[in-house]
């Protein structure tokens, strides 16, 4: 690829060499389906801006509000370090995510993988932030509620809780790509 090369113009050469090496013949379909949006909650949302120096220093460690630690879950994002992970505590298993200088979109990510769906962004946040939520898991397969009794906050609630943050459940149109044709073996170069 030539030097400067934007991403929108990487992905359009791209297509074009598997059309022209695979046949690759496509169209586009829109399909209502079954997902999840995300948006702001009723008191708004909770996440922190990080500080201005974030990049700078990478083994900052970032205070939290201090209701952080009342509400069971972890008071400090490290800089420079996003996870997700289970933390094992007294017989409970708990799931933790920490995001440092992170945007909506990566919180989105992860919550269409948790909750088996595809999840869209409808906050209007566009910054990035550091946020960390903590909640107890569900049985694989569960439906998330709000109000079941887990020992701890369902992922849900701790969404709204911790995060100011809703997923509400609706029904949208999505684009999809459908192959209409393609050869296995490539034409040679």
Do not use: C
Not at 28 to 33: G, L, S
Not at 98 to 103: I, L
Not at 169 to 177: G, L
């Amino acid at each position: 690829m030539p030097n400067g090369t934007t991403k929108a113009q990487f992905l359009t050469m791209l297509q074009n060499l598997l059309a022209e090496r695979f046949k690759l013949q496509i169209h586009r379909e829109q399909k209502t389906i079954s997902l999840y949006a995300l948006t702001v909650g009723k008191g708004g949302a909770k996440l922190t801006n990080p500080p201005p120096d974030a990049a700078a220093d990478p083994t900052r460690i970032h205070r939290l509000p201090a209701n952080a630690e009342r509400q069971g879950r972890l008071s400090e994002v490290s800089a420079g370090v996003t996870t997700m992970g289970m933390i094992s505590d007294g017989g409970k298993t708990r799931a933790s995510l920490q995001a440092h200088n992170e945007s909506v979109g990566w919180l989105v990510k992860m919550l269409s993988g948790q909750m088996g769906a595809p999840v869209m962004d409808d906050t209007g946040l566009k910054d990035k932030y550091d946020y960390v939520m903590t909640w107890i898991p569900e049985a694989p397969g569960a439906i998330p509620s709000e109000s079941q009794d887990l020992g701890g906050p369902s992922l849900m609630s701790a969404l709204q809780e911790q995060l100011g943050l809703r997923l509400i459940a609706r029904k949208s149109p999505v684009e999809f790509i459908v192959i209409d044709r393609a050869e296995r073996t490539p034409t040679e170069n």
